[in-house]
């Protein structure tokens, strides 16, 4: 997959624009759209090293995954070894059943000695905005 500047602003897009809830109701306990944000502190002398193992990751849920509906991963500017990950599945289940799979397994197995500091957070979505047409 060839990457440009466009391609995270897409992904985003992409990610947020596929999430349909309804406010008054949405929620994890009652089956639909489960968000999670993952905070990750990566060893810095492995960042590369970690970056490369997400992304596989990444790609490898999102193509073998029903319920695994998008991830935006981003790092701070300033402390690049800080990773943020939004994650958007199609319910608790999905998500339960993709930390079953095997390349998420792999994934956590060969990052365990990068990954420093781990917080997950649930989240539900309040509002998305989104421009139809972002330019």
């Given at each position: 997959m060839k990457t440009t500047m466009r391609q995270?602003?897409?992904l985003l897009?992409?990610?947020l624009s596929i999430i349909t809830f309804d406010s008054t109701t949405s929620s994890a306990q009652e089956g639909t759209t489960y968000m999670r944000i993952a905070?990750?502190?990566?060893?810095?002398?492995?960042?590369?090293?970690?970056k490369t193992a997400l992304k596989e990751q990444m790609q490898s849920a999102l193509?073998?995954?029903?319920?695994?509906?998008g991830y935006v991963a981003v790092q701070d500017k300033k402390n690049p070894s800080k990773i943020t990950?939004?994650?958007t599945y199609a319910s608790v289940d999905a998500y339960q059943a993709h930390i079953q799979t095997d390349h998420f397994k792999k994934y956590k197995?060969?990052?365990?000695?990068?990954?420093?500091?781990?917080?997950?957070i649930d989240v539900i979505p309040i509002s998305i905005q989104?421009?139809?047409?972002?330019?």
């Open positions: 995270p602003l897409g897009i992409f990610t905070k990750i502190t990566v060893d810095s002398a492995k960042l590369d090293e970690y193509q073998l995954e029903k319920g695994v509906w990950i939004m994650e197995v060969c990052v365990a000695g990068m990954v420093k500091q781990l917080e997950l989104l421009k139809s047409n972002p330019k």
